[in-house]
C-alpha cells in the first residue's frame, strides 16, 4: 500500500516587504509503503517465539492493559506464541505467565525441527 501526498503552496502580495518572507512555496510529501524486516516477515499468528533480551516494562494485552516494569517475570530464554500483530512492529505474545505486546526487538522466531 503506497500513499502519496504532494501540494505547492504559493503567496503573493502586490507590495511586498520582504520577498523572502511573504513569498513562500510549501512542499508536502508524506508517504506510507510496507518495509517489513526479514524478522517480522516471518512471523504469523501462532508462530513461535523466543525472547532474546528482557524488556524493561511490559504492558499486558489485556482489554484493559497494565504498565508495569518487568521484575523478572519476562526473561531471556522465555518461550511463546504470537497472538497477534499490533501497530509498529509489536506484538501480542502468550508466555507462560500471561500475554504482553512486546516490540518485536525484544525476541525472535523459534525454528522447530
Not at 31 to 51: A, D, N, Q
Amino acid at each position: 500500500m503506497a500513499l502519496s501526498l504532494s501540494s505547492i503552496f504559493g503567496v503573493a502580495v502586490s507590495k511586498p516587504l520582504n520577498k523572502s518572507i511573504l513569498e513562500r512555496q510549501t512542499r508536502v510529501k508524506c508517504e506510507f509503503g510496507e518495509k517489513s524486516s526479514p524478522k517480522t516477515s516471518e512471523l504469523e499468528i501462532g508462530s513461535p517465539i523466543i525472547v532474546i533480551e528482557a524488556p524493561k516494562v511490559l504492558k499486558t494485552a489485556a482489554s484493559v492493559p497494565c504498565l508495569r516494569a518487568n521484575a523478572g517475570l519476562v526473561k531471556p530464554g522465555d518461550v511463546g506464541r504470537v497472538v497477534s500483530r499490533k501497530p509498529k512492529d509489536v506484538w501480542a505474545v502468550r508466555l507462560s505467565i500471561g500475554t504482553y505486546l512486546i516490540d518485536a526487538k525484544y525476541f525472535k522466531p523459534l525454528k522447530l525441527d
